[in-house]
Structures are given as C-alpha cells and as structure tokens.
C-alpha cells in the first residue's frame, strides 16, 4: 500500500480566510491511473486548504486505481473524517458520466464549489487556491484553467500534430457555438455550486469527452460569468490516454447538437 508523504509547498503563501475555509470539493474521473492517484491526493491534501474534499470516481479500472483510492482514503479519513470518498462504478460509461456522479456527490455533500481534474497530472493541483481566488474575487460562475490565454502553455512533449488537433478542435466547436472562451475543451475548472445547481446534471447528454463543451455551452446560455486564467498543462505522468475512437465522433457531432438540438429531459 502507497503512504501518503507530506512535503512543504514552499512556493505558495497561506490563504487567508475565507479561501482557506471554503467548501471545495475536487472531483477526479479515473480510468487506470494507478501510477498517479497517490501523488495527486497527496498534492490536493498538500494545499493546506482544510475544507477541501476529494472525490474520485472509478469505472473499475482494471489495475486496481479503485482499490488504491480506497486506501489512500482510509490514511485520509484517519486524520480528516470524510474528507476523501471513492465512488465506484461498475462500467466504464465515459468520462462526461463519471463527472456527473462525482459532480453530485459534491453537492449533496454541501460543496460551495466544485473542481474537475484530470487524474493524470496533466493539471497541476497547486493552481487550486488560484482558481478559487478567482472565482471569489470576480464573481464568476465558472473559472476555466486555460491553455489558450496570455501566459497558459502546453507541455514540451507535445507534438505538432497534437497541438494542431486541440487547436482545431477549439475553431470547430466556436465556429459553431461561438463561445467567450479560449481553452473550450479544457477538463481543469471550478464551478459555483449555484451553477451546477441550476445547470441540472441530469439534463447533461454527453458521455465522453464532449462533456467539456456541452457544461460551457450550458453554462454560457445561463448568463454567467466565465473567467480564464492562464495554467501550464502537463503531459500525464504515468499511463496511457483512454480516447477512443467513439468518443471523438461524439465530439464532433456535439457542438452540432448543442446548437440545433434539445436537451435530455431532467
Ligand atoms: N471514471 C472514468 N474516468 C475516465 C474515463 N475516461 C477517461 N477517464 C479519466 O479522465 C481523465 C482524462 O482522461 P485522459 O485519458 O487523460 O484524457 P486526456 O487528458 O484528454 O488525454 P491525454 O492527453 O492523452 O492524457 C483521466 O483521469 C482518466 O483516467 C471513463 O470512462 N471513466
Ligand atoms: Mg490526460
């Protein structure tokens, strides 16, 4: 079993109240992340934000992430009761599901605010505290940590052809939905309770990754604020990518649904 070690982030000030004390569930989606759960929960509990809570949701990945989350879990519970939950599910339903789970679970557990990460330390935890700053301080009901603003970047190991897919991929889904936004595939971002309340989960359709631009588009047509703010997106750490081929269809035919279609009855 991992143990989880603390380490000194020496490079962030403390927070001062009422960030340090805000509700702020973060939920991460995991399908074979072994090589990465320990050192993400252990970089989130780093934070030194006491009211965070992690909520990992497993489609019963295969090499056991579902089994390590508990775990870690249970050193987490030890100290701070509650304060790390693992849901599992029992079939690997895509990315946009499991989110909506997660999502949920946040809420009913009274998240002022919510997180979503990768779970492959693509997304660096430690711009949590920056996000919420943010959210609090401009009002906004959705801060997205963006690759496509003034001083956000991509990792050095992605290549040309990638660079040029996630590009595409954001001129395709603004030139149909046209949305204030940048980085209109991100998956890091933090979410006002209210937001996510009024959005209704259960009316979200997307299963996959598309999941993404559908919650943007829904939460632009609310009329809430949107905020970007610059991140430096990291090539995962261990693992492989689960996009699949059904998945990127999906992607392609969403912003065309979104646009002309109706939404899933709540
Ligand atoms: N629970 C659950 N998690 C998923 C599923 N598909 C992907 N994930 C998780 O969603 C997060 C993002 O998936 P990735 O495979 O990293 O996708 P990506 O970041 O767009 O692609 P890469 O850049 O190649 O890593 C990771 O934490 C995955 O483990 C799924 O069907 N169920
Ligand atoms: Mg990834």
Redesign the pocket.
């Known amino acids: 079993m991992e143990t989880i070690q603390r380490t000194h982030v020496t490079d962030a000030p403390p927070l001062p109240s009422p960030w340090r004390d805000a509700h702020v569930a973060v939920v991460v989606p995991t399908y074979n992340e072994a090589g990465n759960i320990a050192e993400l929960t252990r970089r989130i509990y780093d934070l030194e934000m006491p009211g965070i809570r992690l909520i990992v949701v497993d489609d019963d990945s295969p090499d056991g992430t579902g089994a390590l989350a508990d775990d870690l879990a249970g050193q987490v519970n030890e100290s701070h009761p509650g304060r790390m939950v693992v849901l599992h599910r029992e079939a690997k339903e895509g990315i946009g599901r499991a989110y909506v789970a997660g999502m949920k679970e946040a809420l009913a557990r009274g998240a002022d605010f919510v997180v979503q990460m ?1 779970g ?1 330390l ?1 997304h660096r935890p430690e711009y949590i505290p920056r996000m919420l700053g943010t959210i609090m301080a401009a009002q906004a009901g959705l801060v997205i940590g963006s690759r496509y603003v003034p001083g956000g970047s991509l990792s050095a190991q992605w290549g040309r052809h990638r660079r040029l897919l996630s590009r595409f991929a954001g001129i395709y889904v603004n030139a149909i939905l046209k949305l204030p936004i940048r980085d209109v595939t991100g ?1 890091f971002k933090m979410w006002r309770r209210e937001v996510l309340e009024h959005i209704g989960l259960n009316t979200v359709r997307s299963d996959g990754y598309s999941f993404q631009v559908e919650m943007n588009h829904l939460c632009e047509h609310m009329g809430q604020s949107i905020v970007e703010i610059p991140i430096h997106f990291e090539e ?1 750490r261990a693992d492989s ?2 996009i699949s081929l059904a998945v990127q269809v999906e992607s392609m035919l969403t912003p065309f649904a979104l646009r002309f279609g109706r939404r899933r009855r709540g």
């Open positions: 990768d492959d693509s998956g995962r990518s689960k």
